[in-house]
């Protein structure tokens, strides 16, 4: 198995990389935001959209694909 360890020089310095390989720290990922907006199971095939903050439901779906869409449309208005 290979490690790609032959590659990497024993330094942390960016510049010391080859071209097109990257330090790890240089693309760490941002700590992701909590979701504001949940989907919640509500009946047979009935969707809530609850603001969690709140507790208020904010949407209602039949589908889950549609409540999940609208979850996320809401989360992008905010």
Do not use: D, W, Y
Not at 35 to 44: C, D, E, S, T, Y
């Amino acid at each position: 198995m290979c490690t790609l360890t032959h590659f990497v020089p024993h330094t942390n310095h960016p510049s010391m990389l080859p071209p097109g390989m990257f330090s790890h720290t240089v693309f760490a990922p941002a700590e992701p935001a909590m979701p504001r907006f949940q989907v919640i199971l509500a009946g047979n095939a009935f969707f809530h959209i609850k603001e969690i903050s709140t507790g208020h439901v904010r949407g209602f779906r039949s589908n889950h694909n549609e409540a999940c869409a609208l979850a996320r449309a809401l989360e992008s208005r905010c």
